[in-house]
């Protein structure tokens, strides 16, 4: 069977380079910019997301086009970060690997200039380098562009947002003016599109996904806490979450420090990633996170920038960036190569406005999520252990040797006792720490007042909906997908007839469109759920108001203990899942065909002009690592506040 990479025109011994990178199938990216790059006629604007394969999309292309028996730069890659830039050149490498004498540079700041110069003295076809590195090489006079017959400008919104505006314009001048010139971007604000105007003749322009939206494999949510709890709000999330693999986006390097060290000093595995590490300190945490030996990485946004680590699954706002179109970054660390992911946003009711404006400009919605309280939590983590247990590899061969004397110091106890003893042994952590854990919920309530958001009030439906109780929730292996489902199945009612889903712990409560609730009741009247009847009751009629009657719900089966009936058959629990099964695409899908793409162009957030070169910090060309030396994250983000 012919490769489809084989079918957009790639050659064989790139073909087979990128099938050992376990790349069988063209991504959307991939499968529309190849073709056209491939034609080498164009010049062309990319608007897509990190994350979906964007370097293989001009990679690839670029190795057909070049001809690697001249030595001569021929492929310029501009792009914001050291990481960035050293990823793409790792990629090219890999992607060039079978190809005879092809030659890649990686050219950045804060590294060794020297050993840069020596490569580009034996002969490069590519270079790819971070804007203020590159410029002080031509300024050496040390590479000669005049055979570039392409320039890739890559992240080009986030190089113009760092100000290598002038940078840009100056290494552009000294290449051909016949050369093409491929423009990638997550977002499109005026100025990329005066950049495209200015270096570009009438380029080929695709779009992946709706202008300005994010990974459609993303959910976004958000929790509101007083700012006194935020710590303990991510604390909680984290531990209900007992497989979460995220990062953790803080406004200053001095938060992330100070998260950070509370973390591991609370038992995590955290660490912190930041402007004021040096480079090789930098590197040591992103070695670890990348190989999972850490599972919060603690970062500001220009550290994080440009970050590709797979199957990260949260991302989380501890405070919300400076920059609105940071988000759209900082959300794109999760969510990467086909995988879902989910951004979380930790705010206070003051912040719901910009909750809102990102709604505007990434053209979906976000779900207000409810911290879990310390009973659901707990149950979490006992059954994220007991599904570990149950799955660990035995090395039969290794253990045997002590099965007999295991058998012996076990002796006096059953089996009932054996196993409680081992689920106690991690457990017993959470149960301490969460045995007099406030609902953090009720105190956001109480920051926010009697009314929620959108004028919603407790135990009521928003505008226009009619909030229901049923007695079914996260307990019976519900997700918010499986609900939707539920609700209309038995409802007999479309998804878009169900507003907000609260998934708790033994009920929930689901929002219904006022003219589909008696419809609903009919619906529900004699359905049962693993034997049980099922029963749904309009919120507030049973008194399970969400101020008093959640706490009462977790009442009632705190003092029923983790042994109780509802759970039957619990090692069925979907623990150890991350944070993927509460929040099933089925939800995300509802609320988004419920929506429409709103294509906010978002300049309007973004003043690019009047910075002068001083204002950002001095030179640019350190990479991610210089520039944060400068006023970005020194907490005094006010100046570029664009909310
Ligand atoms: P990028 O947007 O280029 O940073 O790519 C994001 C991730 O997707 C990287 O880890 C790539 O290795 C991976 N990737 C890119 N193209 C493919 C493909 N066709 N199949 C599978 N993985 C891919």
Sequence with gaps: MTNPFQLLGISDDVVNAVKELGFETPTPIQEQSIPVLLEGTNDFVGLAQTGTGKTAAFGLPLLELIDFKVNKPQALILCPTRELCLQIANDLKNFSKNVANAHVVAVYGGANIMQQLREIRQGVQIVVATPGRMLDIIGRKAIDFSNVKYVVLDEADEMLNMGFQDDINDILSTTPDDKKTWLFSATMPAEVRRIAKKYMNEPVELTMGTKNTGNVNIEHEYYIVRARDKYAALKRIVDFNPEIFAVVFCKTKLDTQDVAEHLIKDGYNADALHGDLSQQQRDKVMQRFRERNMQLLIA????????????????????????????????????????????????????????????????????????????????????????????????????????????????????????????????????????????????????????????????????????????????????????????????????????????????????????????????????????????????????????????????????????????????????????????????????????????????????????????????????????????????????????
Aim: one cysteine or more; proline letters at 1%; aromatic letters at 8%.
């Design 300 to 643: 500001t946004d220009v550290a994080a920038r440009g970050i590709d680590v797979n199957n990260v699954t949260h991302v989380i706002n501890y405070s919300l960036p400076d920059e609105i179109e940071s988000y759209t970054h900082r959300s794109g660390r999760t969510g990467r190569a086909g995988k879902t992911g989910i951004s979380i946003c930790i705010i206070n009711s003051k912040e719901l406005g910009k909750i809102r404006q990102l709604e505007r400009i990434i053209g979906k919605q976000f779900t207000k999520a409810e911290l879990p309280t310390g009973f659901d939590v707990c149950e979490k983590q006992l059954f994220s252990l007991v599904h570990k247990v149950h799955n660990v590899e035995v090395n039969e061969e290794q253990i045997d040797q002590y099965i007999p004397r295991i058998m012996d110091e076990f002796k006096d106890l059953s089996k009932e006792d054996v196993i409680k003893r081992f689920a106690s042994l991690e457990f017993n952590r959470f149960l301490e720490y969460y045995s007099k854990a406030p609902d953090l919920n009720a105190a956001a309530g109480d920051d926010r007042g009697e009314r929620g958001e959108r004028g919603e009030r407790r135990g009521r439906g928003s505008e226009g909906y009619t909030r229901l109780f049923i007695n079914l929730g996260s307990v019976d292996e519900f997700t918010r997908g499986d609900m939707l489902s539920f609700i209309c199945n038995n409802g007999k009612i479309a998804g878009k007839s169900v507003g907000k889903i609260d998934l708790k712990g033994v009920f929930s409560f689901f929002e219904v469109e006022d003219d589909v609730a008696d419809k609903v009741f009919e619906g529900f009247k004699s359905v049962e759920f693993n034997g049980r009847q099922v029963r749904i009751e309009k919120s507030g009629d049973s008194g399970r108001g969400e101020g008093a009657g959640e706490r009462r719900g977790g009442g009632e089966r705190r003092s029923g203990g983790f042994g109780g009936e509802r759970r039957g058959g619990g090692g069925g629990y979907r623990g150890g899942s991350g944070g993927g099964d509460r929040r099933s695409s089925g939800g995300s899908g509802r609320r988004e065909g419920g929506r429409s793409e709103g294509g906010n162009a978002g300049g309007g957030f973004r003043d690019f002009s009047g910075r002068s070169r001083d204002e950002k910090g001095g030179s640019r060309e350190g990479g991610s690592g210089r520039r944060e030396g400068g006023s970005r994250e020194g907490g005094s983000g006010e100046r570029r506040k664009k909310w």
